[in-house]
């Protein structure tokens, strides 16, 4: 059975960091691809990051770029999301996704199955 599960959010000062983490079981990481999204209050589901199976390609949304960080364990089946120079508006519930793939253009694409979530407060 295929299950994604989110950790690592909580209320940060801005200009702070958090590590959100997306284990999974059910599959490896290293044989498909993983975008991280985000849904703030009243906004639709955005796409933050991703990584493809190789892990040899990534994908920001430019709002993030230069600040957020996709990596991925294999040995834990896990995929982290390290996010510096938090924002308010990085305020949202985060969630992975098991992906067909991850293009560096536009990101991923193909989900397949999703975590429930992890939010995110950024606020002083």
């Known amino acids: 059975q295929v299950q994604l599960v989110e950790s690592g959010g909580g209320l940060v000062q801005p200009g702070g960091s958090l590590r959100l983490s997306c284990a999974a079981s059910?599959?490896?990481?290293?044989?498909?691809?993983i975008g991280w999204f985000r849904q703030a209050p009243g906004k639709e589901r955005q796409g933050v990051s991703c990584?493809?199976?190789?892990?040899?390609?990534?994908y920001y949304v430019d709002s993030v770029k230069d600040r957020f960080t996709i990596s991925r364990d294999n040995a834990k089946n896990t995929v982290y999301l390290q996010m510096n120079g938090l924002k308010s508006e990085d305020t949202a519930v985060y969630y992975c996704?098991?992906?067909?793939?991850?293009?560096?253009?536009?990101?991923?694409?193909?989900?397949?199955?999703w975590g429930k979530g992890t939010l995110v407060t950024v606020s002083s």
């Open positions: 990584i493809n199976n190789s892990g040899r390609i990534t």
């Open positions: 059910g599959f490896s990481v290293d044989a498909s691809a």
């Open positions: 996704a098991r992906a067909a793939a991850c293009s560096s253009r536009t990101g991923a694409y193909g989900m397949s199955s």
